[in-house]
Every structure is written in C-alpha cells, then in structure tokens.
C-alpha cells in the first residue's frame, strides 16, 4: 500500500513539475525574466518541489535495489547529484560584479544581485581593455581586459576574454561588458566551491553511466537489438513544396562583366568575402530567392547600384504578412522599391507610429521590409562592403571556393530531389504492405544510393562551409538543420533498414533540408560573435542535433505504426506494431542519452561563458521539459499506460511537439538562445 501511495505521489510531482516548467515560459514572455525568477525558479517551493522529488527518487533506488545494475544505478545517481550541486550553488555561492576602471584604484568588494557588498579575499584592478577584431574588419572576435590581483604583498598579472576565465582563491572571473570609451570593464565573479565541483563530478558520472548503458552486453539497449521483431520496421512522412517567381525587364549589367566582379575580395559581414556572397545575401534578403528573372546575384546587385531609379520600379521587395499587404494596397506578393513612398513620404515610417505595440507579428514585417530598404540604401551608401585594407592578407583560394559555393544551391535541388525519391518509395512501400508481395531488390538499391548520395554530398557541403568560414559550421539554424539531415541519413544507413525505413529516411532528410532552404533560416556565413567561439558550444550543438536527429527518426516510427494500425486489422498488422514499439524503445536509448549529454555540456559551456551553468532561459527549460518527457517511457512500471504499444506510438508523437517548441517555439518566447 505504501509502495502504491509513493508511486502516486511520484507521478502527481513528476506531471506537477512538467506542468509548472511549461507555463513558467509562457509567463516569462508575457511579466519578463524578473518576475518569473522571482514568483518561480527563485522560489523556494521550487526548490522543494525538487528536493521531494530527489527524495522521492532515492526512495524508488533503495526499494528497487537498483545498484544490482550499476549502469541504471550510476545513471540516476548522476542525475541525482546533479541536483545536490543546484542545491549547493542556490544556498552556497556567491555572485557579483564589479565596474573596473583603467588607473583607478583596485576593488576588493563586489556587488551581488540583491545589490548587497561583498567582501573578497584580495584586491582587483584594471591595467587595460582591448576588442580584438577579425584581421581585416571592425568585427569584434573578442574583448579582453588584463587584469592585477593585489593579494597581501603579491601582485598577479592575468588576463580574462569571453570563454576564457580565470580562477584564483576559488573565484572565477569572468569577462561581462565594457564602457564604451573602452577606459573600464565589467567583470563578473564567482565564488561556488563546491556547487560546480560536485556537479561536474555528476557530469562526469552521467557521461560515464550512458557509455556503459549502451555498451554493456546486459542492459536493456543491447537486449533490444537481439529482439526478432526488430526485422519488420517502417517509418512514414510527407511534406511537399513549391515556390513562385516573377519575370521583369530592366537594364541590366551584361552577364561577363558581372562575372568578373564575382571574385573581388570585399569586407562584408564582418569577415573577408567574395563580391558574389554578398550578392547572393543581397538578392535573396530582397527577393526570397537568390535568382531574379534568370539574372546571376552578380547582375542584380551591380544593376541596382548603376541603374537605381530604374530598378526602384521593380517588385522585387517580398512581403509575407497579409496584413502588411493590405496596408500597402498591393496586389500580390512582391512591391517594388517605389512602391513604399507616396506624397506623403516613406509608408514604413507612418505605419511604425499607428501600429499597435502589441502587434508583434505585423511589427515584425514592418521592420523586415524595413530592413531590406536600409540594404539597398547602404549599397548606394557603399556601406554594405567595403574594400580590404592594403596590408590586409587573405587566402585567394578561400574566396574562390566561396564563389563555387555561391553557386551550386545543394540544398535547393537536394530536397527536391530527395522528396520526389522518397514519396514514390513511400507510395510503393504502403501498396507492398497492403498487398503482402515482396519488394524487388533492385528498387531498395535505388534509394539506398540516393541516401548515400545525400549523405556524401552533405558531408562535402558542411566540409566545404567549415573552410570558408573558418570555424565549426553549427552557429545557426540553417548550418544546426544541415547537421541533423546529415546525421539522419547517417544513422539510416548505418542500421542498414528496410524499403521503406530507407523511403521516408530520404523524405525527412529532404524536409530538413527544405526548412534550411526557406528564408526564415538565413544561409548567410558570418563571423561568430564571441560567446559562440568555444568548443565547448561545439560539442553541445553536435550531440543535441545527433539526439534531436534520433527522436525524429523515433517520431515516425511512431507515426508509421499509427497508420498501420488505421490501414490492417491482421494479427501480422499488431505483430509489425509491436516490433515498431520495440524499434521505438532501443532508438530512445540513444536519443534521451544524448540528449542529457547535450544538455549538460551546453552547461559546461554556460558556466565557461558566464558564470553559472543554467539560468533558466527558455530553450534551458524546454530541453529539460524534452528529456523528462522522453524518460517517461523508461519508468513503465510507474507509467503503466505505456505498456500499451498503440498508446507507446501515441505518446512518442505527441512528445515530438517538445522537441518542435525547443527548437522552433522558443525563439518566439525570447532569451538568450532565441538567435538559433
């Protein structure tokens, strides 16, 4: 009776908490980060909603003695520590800042949070601060104050820059922000002994038990891969698309003088690029795509700049938002340059002001449209790039593969291809189940080399991108939605699946890729801003996008058994669904692994950025509302529905709409992961 009472009490706690951490959001965009910190993660029936919540998981590990499987055992005792690390940096560390100033006596007090002093252990002060820029541009690739420490009678020197700390005493100090008259710093402490010693320990623990979890010749991982029903898999999607255009009749720069312009090195985006990458971002920010009436990038952009009032008359400025549409009287999608002045002067300009503030989505066309007027503006201006400083050195063959890149457009021929492939394999996949014949070899060959193909060329792609922009392409969404399509048609190919496993492989490689083809995912390369200068981003970037390509992978099997389920009522029907059901359970192994990993070392990467490993911004919370949804599964003696494989299904495609709110939702929520 205890026992059943405690695993009420478990589940009332676990769905409490889901519940609480998805509304918390939803709060934070609407009263701001303040006063949820306040009202919620800062609360102390927060934290207690927590500690009942380790107590209430101790209990299950004692009663269940689970150190007689010591990967499970080491797993959640990892999880567990994690939380006893919170709890010692909540009631233990101290946080402040301090405001440096160049030849002005060194501090030693710092202000905290609740605008309380605090006494520190030595002086510090400030001998200067520099922005180290990008060879060639004014773009900041990272700020670095030098520093003193008096200590009794010892002076240190030392140095700290975004992602490089440095630790004295047990005080870490961390790079915050500067003045602008770059004559002070402000530096941000950290003195949490024992709170970051014991959650790294966990850390380590956690990486260590998920590696013996998928290894170990006992655990439930390798028992599934034995299970014979695992032969008979199958997965469905379908997403199609289309795109418009317009023809239009300008002067326009003849096409071998705008090819001689494609290889002129320019400072453009803050980095040294070809003419033609700022051609191509040019015509796609205005035009939605980056050809325009069969015109090279090249031709347009240079057309604009020695034909302005002619071109001025052209739509080419796309409009999205309805609303927007209206309020310009326009008759279709596009509105020339002209278009938005009247006697009056600038529409944009009047809108701004009538406009209700509360209006976010036709404020945030508005100011779209707005920014592709102030691109044209700066390219009369001769601002949107300029000429490379004479001493300036930059790699020639580097521009030349950056022109190349320009124009291939893998992505835009790659989903297509992939879609129109995989939908007639699906197609041909459903009548083969339906009418119980046999699929002919030479049909899955086909398929499997055009998913070879796909992951080559994507391997070829991300190489090719990674050179140009000289560091780890995974800093936005278009490079993190190439990953994962990459990562997907890896997976598939390694598990060497069935027909139609391979079919919808190739469809959701091609959905991926199609969402990294439309504008909202701009494809620009740029220079990483400093904070995302770190390996540490890299790694955690790496292993979530192989995690969240693993639950896409999980969500259509799911998906593929609720239509089998629809299209046969056979007894052969419900064993195909079971064997789903297990296929779904061994991919979640690897996909909740990593997806912890990934979130944790996004931690280690926080706490080297800013001085503290969670923060409670949006994406945070939704990743973490993802991995304890996910872990659902693996508790079935508490979650019994799931026992259940229709409900199994049911539920993995249902928790998919997590992964969809962290990875999409909440950019529209705010915080500091929305750039993504």
């Known amino acids: 009776m205890a026992g059943i009472l405690m695993k009420r009490v478990l589940i009332i706690l676990y769905v409490f908490l889901l519940v609480v951490l998805m509304l918390a959001t939803f709060v934070e965009a609407a009263y701001g980060t303040s006063f949820v910190h306040r009202y919620v993660y800062g609360n102390k ?70 605008e309380h002093l605090i006494q520190l252990p030595f002086y510090i002060g400030l001998d200067s601060f520099q922005i180290v820029t990008y060879p060639g541009t004014d773009t ?34 961390y790079q915050s922000s500067f003045d602008d008259d770059m004559q002070g710093s402000w530096i941000t402490l950290n003195h949490d002994v024992w709170g970051i010693t014991i959650t790294y320990v966990a850390y380590g623990l956690l990486f260590f038990s998920a590696f013996l979890l998928l290894v170990l010749p006992k655990t439930g991982f390798r ?17 199609i698309f289309s795109m418009d255009g317009v023809q239009a009749a300008v002067p326009v720069l003849n096409r071998i003088e705008a090819d001689s312009l494609s290889y002129i090195p320019v400072v453009y985006n803050g980095r040294i690029a070809p003419y033609s990458t700022a051609a191509h971002d040019f015509v796609t920010k205005l035009y939605g795509h980056p050809s325009y009436n069969e015109l090279t990038p090249e031709q347009v952009m240079a057309s604009w700049r020695l034909y302005p009032e002619q071109w001025s008359e052209e739509r080419m400025f796309k ?9 310009l009287a326009m008759d279709g999608p596009y509105i020339a340059l002209s278009g938005l002045y009247d006697s009056y002067g600038y529409k944009l300009q009047r809108f701004w002001t009538r406009v209700d503030k509360n209006d976010k989505q036709l404020l945030d066309a508005i100011r779209e449209l707005d920014e592709k007027v102030a691109l044209v503006i700066m390219l009369h201006k001769g601002t949107l790039f300029t000429a490379p400083p004479d001493n300036m050195c930059f790699s020639l063959q580097r521009i030349r593969m950056e022109c190349i890149y320009n124009r291939i457009s ?37 398929l499997r080399v055009q998913l070879f193909l796909t992951f080559f ?28 399509a990459w990562l997907v048609t890896g997976i598939i190919l390694l598990l060497r699946p069935m027909f139609l496993l391979t079919s919808v492989a190739l469809l959701l490689s091609g959905c991926m890729l199609l969402v990294a083809d439309l504008s909202a995912m701009s494809p620009a ?47 052969e029907s419900d064993e195909s669904i079971k064997g789903l059901a297990l296929m779904g ?57 799931m026992h259940h494989p229709k409900r199994f299904h049911l539920f993995l495609l249902l928790a998919f709409l997590s992964v969809i709110m962290t990875y999409f939702g909440v950019n529209f929520l705010g915080g500091m992961h929305s750039y993504q």
């Open 410 to 446: 893998l992505t835009t021929w790659l989903y297509r291809v992939n879609m129109f492939v995989g939908l007639l394999g699906f197609v041909g996949a459903i009548v083969i189940f339906l009418t119980s014949t046999v699929c002919p070899q030479w049909i899955h060959r086909v």
């Open 140 to 173: 900041p690739a990272d700020y670095v104050s030098h520093l003193y420490l008096i200590d009794d009678f010892d002076t240190i020197s030392c140095s700290v820059s975004v992602n490089n700390i440095y630790t004295y005493r047990g005080y870490r100090i």
């Open 319 to 327: 409009v999205k938002n309805k609303r927007l549409r209206r309020l």
């Open 223 to 239: 028992s599934l891969m034995k299970h014979p029903l695992l032969k008979r898999m199958s997965i469905l999607l379908f997403f």
């Open 585 to 641: 359970q061994l991919m979640l192994y690897p996909a909740l692994l990593f997806l912890g990993i990934g979130i944790f070392l996004g931690a280690i990467w926080a706490n080297n950025a800013w001085g503290r490993y969670w923060g409670w911004d949006p994406k945070e919370v939704w990743a973490l509302i993802t991995f304890l949804l996910y872990a659902l599964p693996f508790h079935l003696s508490v979650f019994s529905p």
């Open 457 to 484: 060329l994507l391997a070829c792609w991300i190489a090719l991108r990674w050179y140009i922009s000289a560091h780890v392409p995974l800093s936005n969404g278009y490079e993190t939605m190439l990953f994962i």
């Open 45 to 114: 029936w927060f934290v207690l909603l927590w500690a009942l919540l380790v107590a209430g998981g101790l209990c299950a590990i004692l009663k269940k003695r689970m150190w007689r499987r010591p990967p499970v055992f080491l797993l959640h005792l990892s999880l567990v520590l994690i939380l006893c690390g919170a709890a010692f940096t909540y009631f233990t560390a101290e946080r402040g800042f301090i405001h440096l100033q160049k030849d002005v006596e060194p501090i030693n007090e710092m202000k905290a949070e609740n």
């Open 525 to 571: 390369i740029t220079s990483l801003v400093p904070v995302l200068n770190s390996s540490w981003l890299t790694l955690h970037v790496s292993v979530i996008m192989f995690a969240y390509a693993l639950l896409a992978i999980v969500t259509l099997i799911a998906l593929a058994a609720l239509v089998m389920t629809l299209c046969s009522k056979s007894l």
